[in-house]
């Protein structure tokens, strides 16, 4: 039990590292965008799918450490090296779709209604979990050094290659997963103020994909061409 | 207002290409790189701030606190050259064997006792993340596990 609740606890400190923190917070945006799409009931659903996904991760890394397919070292210094540096153009090029910018694409949610915009929210859905997956995968030094440096230790301690990164996987969604829930709470108690919420989500759309477009651009100058 | 956004449609597309490019090269540059690494002392103890390209502000509180433990505290054998301080790029294509050598994750201090070219002991310092803007704690934990590798 302290060995579960220390792996949620690990999970929370690598929500609020640098990295993780930004991708939080990109991915609060995103999952802002796909709840308006959803019914009053599944507002929280977008959110879950991105726990999720940083979850099986997190999973699928302590897993391939702990049968032995990959060294901890390796594959650590193969993600930090490369996964920021793949993120931040991903960011950007999400951030473009949302906002309807990349040319020949239609933008998510835009146009009303129909089979397209339909197709393009399941995608949107799809693209939580997705984003909880990758975003899991882009290690900062601090994040490494929760995750490789003691959470896969008190795993292997534990005999746990499933549960206790799972649970890490869960504490480091949890600004992702607190907004999705106060979305939906707030929603349920709305009742009357519903329109008023309806006119909000109108700036959302167009805030989520710039926000997605702003930390990418951000990640890309500092992380990838090193300018400051 | 069309010029603008195609400005910025572009512009976004344009950095998007130049990261891409970039990592493109820097990838493959690392993996054609023929170039010599930092070689380690023969003799004598090295203690050692592996980093990563990118140093974040905990990375570089790391590398001060041990840096300044061994001025303060290994200031004599500093001087005499029984003891060497290196500061390695983890990251960069020649270093990359360091990564396998001594087990490193992530940003991280390494205590080696080296003899004729080789290492004799060595031990990998990652409590520094536990104890990090400790102070004292930090120095204590430092200065300890040094003084175990210094031991013949």
Redesign the interface.
């Known amino acids: 039990m302290a060995a579960l609740a220390a792996a949620l606890w690990l999970g929370l400190l690598t929500a609020i590292s640098?990295c993780p923190l930004a991708t939080n917070i990109a991915a609060i945006g995103y999952v802002a965008r796909f709840s308006q799409g959803n019914g009053r009931g599944r507002t929280w659903l977008p959110g879950l799918l991105y726990a999720s996904g940083r979850a099986l991760a997190y999973t699928v890394i302590g897993g391939v450490i702990t049968w032995g397919l990959l060294?901890?070292?390796?594959l650590?210094?193969f993600l930090?090296?490369?996964m920021?540096?793949?993120l931040?153009?991903l960011l950007?090029?999400v951030g473009?779709a949302l906002l309807g910018?990349l040319?020949g694409l239609p933008s998510f949610g835009k146009g009303g209604g129909g089979a397209l915009n339909e197709k393009l929210m399941s995608l949107g859905l799809v693209g939580c979990a997705l984003m909880g997956f990758v975003f899991a995968l882009t290690?900062?030094?601090?994040s490494?050094?929760?995750f490789?440096?003691?959470l896969l230790p008190l795993a292997v301690k534990e005999q746990s290659a499933w549960l206790v990164p799972a649970l890490f996987g869960v504490g480091s969604a949890a600004p992702v997963l607190v907004f999705a829930l106060a979305l939906a709470v707030s929603r349920e108690a709305a009742g009357r103020a519903y329109q008023r919420l309806q006119s909000a989500e109108r700036w959302i759309a167009p805030a989520s994909g710039w926000l997605l477009?702003a930390i990418g651009?951000w990640m890309?100058l500092?992380?990838?061409?090193?300018l400051f | 207002m069309k010029l603008a956004?195609n400005l910025?449609?572009y512009g976004?597309?344009t950095?998007?290409a130049?990261?891409?490019g970039?990592?493109s090269v820097?990838?493959f540059s690392s993996a054609h790189a023929t170039g010599v690494g930092e070689m380690l002392p023969a003799e004598g103890i090295v203690v050692i701030n592996f980093?990563?390209?990118?140093?974040?502000n905990?990375?570089r509180e790391i590398g001060t606190a041990a840096h300044t433990v061994v001025e303060k505290d290994f200031g004599d054998q500093l001087k005499s050259g029984r003891m060497t301080w290196r500061v390695i790029n983890?990251?960069a294509p020649a270093n990359?064997h360091f990564?396998?050598d001594y087990?490193?994750?992530?940003?991280?201090v390494v205590v080696v006792r080296r003899k004729d070219g080789s290492d004799v002991a060595w031990q990998r310092l990652?409590a520094v993340?536990d104890h990090l803007f400790g102070g004292p704690a930090m120095r204590a934990y430092l200065k300890e596990h040094i003084d175990q590798i210094m031991l013949p």
């Open positions: 640098p060294s901890a070292p390796l650590s210094s930090q090296e490369h920021n540096q793949l931040d153009p950007v090029l473009m910018m040319p290690f900062c030094p601090v490494a050094a929760l490789f440096g003691s477009i651009v890309s500092h992380l990838t061409l090193r | 956004f910025t449609r976004l597309l950095l998007v130049v990261s891409l970039t990592w820097r990838t980093h990563a390209a990118t140093r974040c905990a990375c983890f990251e990359k990564v396998q087990g490193i994750t992530t940003s991280t990652d993340w």
